[in-house]
């Protein structure tokens, strides 16, 4: 699902989240203009890069992570989402099959 902000686009490329990502940001009351700021955070460095891709960037004023993937800095995909109060950390295997 693309998302869609006429005030916060981003100023290169393409923003999506997965269905998943959707409804739990939904319930955690975070909306597609700070998803869209927090990839223009992105692009200036500023997350936690995992490497291969991969980010971590703190949303909802630091009360929840997510992990983002990028493809050639040009399409961002918001996959995951998590509290930081009830995960202090997170592996890549975790992530990956929560989706189902």
Known sequence: MALQSSTSGTSS???FKTTWFTKAAQKARIGDAELCLAIRQVMLGQADDLGGGVYKKRLN???HRSIILAKSGERWIFAYL???????NIAMATWLTSES
């Open 61 to 63: 004023k630091n009360m």
């Open 13 to 15: 490329g393409r923003v």
């Open 82 to 88: 998590f509290a930081k109060k009830d995960r202090a």
